[in-house]
């Protein structure tokens, strides 16, 4: 099993950075693909990125796509979402996942609690 822990969030303006971190438990973290998600209120939860084992490849929701960058570190059990040029509309709860790439997203296997990410107009 994985224990996946968000990090990060908080409030900023628009067209700020934030930088997302999900801290993984256990030595099977590089066996995993990984990813984000993130649901707004009154919103299903929607895929945002997602990369491979090796990091070799990235996978982004088009509403994220020249903004966000998904990063990984296997040394760290770690992985990264570096969000730039934040919009009001990328409010959210923000979600780390571990699970399996499929059609250029993920299927999760495990989730994190999440981290809220709140961009002011």
């Known amino acids: 099993q994985v224990q996946l822990v968000e990090s990060g969030g908080g409030l900023v303006q628009a067209g700020d950075s934030l930088r997302l971190s999900c801290a993984a438990s256990?030595?099977?973290?590089?066996?995993?693909?990984m990813g984000w998600f993130r649901q707004a209120p009154g919103k299903e939860r929607e895929f945002v990125a997602a990369?491979?084992?090796?990091?070799?490849?990235?996978y982004y929701a088009d509403s994220v796509k020249g903004r966000f960058t998904i990063s990984r570190d296997n040394a760290k059990n770690t992985v990264y979402l570096q969000m730039n040029s934040l919009k009001p509309e990328d409010t959210a709860v923000y979600y780390c996942a571990a699970g399996g790439l499929g059609s250029s997203s993920l299927t999760p296997r495990y989730w994190g609690q999440g981290t809220q990410v709140t961009v002011s107009s």
């Open positions: 990369i491979n084992r090796s990091g070799g490849s990235t």
């Open positions: 256990g030595r099977t973290f590089s066996y995993y693909d």
